[in-house]
T-cell receptor, first 115, second 110 residues
Framework: ETGVTQSPTHLIKTRGQQVTLRCSSQSGHNTVSWYQQALGQGPQFIFQYYREEENGRGNFPPRFSGLQFPNYSSELNVNALELDDSALYLC??????????????FGEGSWLTVV | EDQVTQSPEALRLQEGESSSLNCSYT??????LFWYRQDPGKGPEFLFTLYSAGEEKEKERLKATLTKKESFLHITAPKPEDSATYLC???????????FGKGTKLTVNP
């Protein structure tokens, strides 16, 4: 049990629609990252939020956006969904208080299917 | 660009048959190497962090080791419940972004 919770666990959307995924980070963790994992691949970094500010972004288009709230929970929003967006979306939290090399804990993910 | 390569892609073992998984990396200024276990349809479960060459960590039947270029995950006398995909990852640059390998899918037959 990592203390990182994600919702919803599964959802199906139609191409062109918009989706919002939610994440509650582990208590005491002020850094949240989002990853996309396609079948048979390792997770790919989307972006990271630290104290409500975006703190790094991977090679994903602007239609992928996010928010972090004062309680450090986070949302991932994807607009204009495409079929290739079908994947497992993972939220990860960590604490930067200890400096580099902090353990990063993942939630169980949200399965998104775009039809 | 930082890269992480895992081999083999898939590995089938008989229960009790020990083996090793490999993770090679190219990254400047390694700040740690992470091993995760991932069951089908689930999020990655943290196993180990290794920080410097020569370091070793153990957990039950798993032992992770680190050199300057690669890490090994040794599995001793595996059981069917060890079946999973094992992922390794390194932090990129000065951030906490993790760069993952594609993983090794381990199947342990009874």
């Amino acid at each position: 049990e990592t203390g990182v919770t994600q919702s919803p666990t599964h959802l199906i959307k139609t191409r062109g629609q918009q989706v919002t995924l939610r994440c509650s980070s582990q208590s005491g963790h002020n850094t949240v990252s989002w990853y996309q994992q396609a079948l048979g691949q390792g997770p790919q970094f989307i972006f990271q939020y630290y104290r409500e500010e975006e703190n790094g972004r991977g090679n994903f288009p602007p239609r992928f956006s996010g928010l972090q709230f004062p309680n450090y929970s986070s949302e991932l929003n994807v607009n204009a969904l495409e079929l290739d967006d079908s994947a497992l979306y993972l939220c990860a939290s960590s604490s930067t208080a200890g400096g580099f090399g902090n353990t990063i804990y993942f939630g169980e993910g949200s399965w998104l299917t775009v039809v | 660009e930082d890269q992480v390569t895992q081999s083999p892609e898939a590995l089938r073992l008989q229960e009790g048959e020990s083996s090793s998984l490999n993770c090679s990396y190219t990254v400047s200024g390694l700040r740690g190497l992470f091993w995760y276990r991932q069951d089908p349809g689930k999020g990655p479960e943290f196993l180990f962090t290794l920080y410097s060459a020569g370091e070793e960590k153990e957990k039950e039947r798993l032992k992770a080791t680190l050199t300057k270029k690669e890490s090994f995950l040794h599995i001793t006398a595996p059981k069917p419940e060890d079946s999973a995909t094992y992922l390794c990852a390194v932090p990129e640059g000065g951030s906490e972004k993790l760069v993952f390998g594609k993983g090794t899918k381990l199947t342990v037959n009874p």
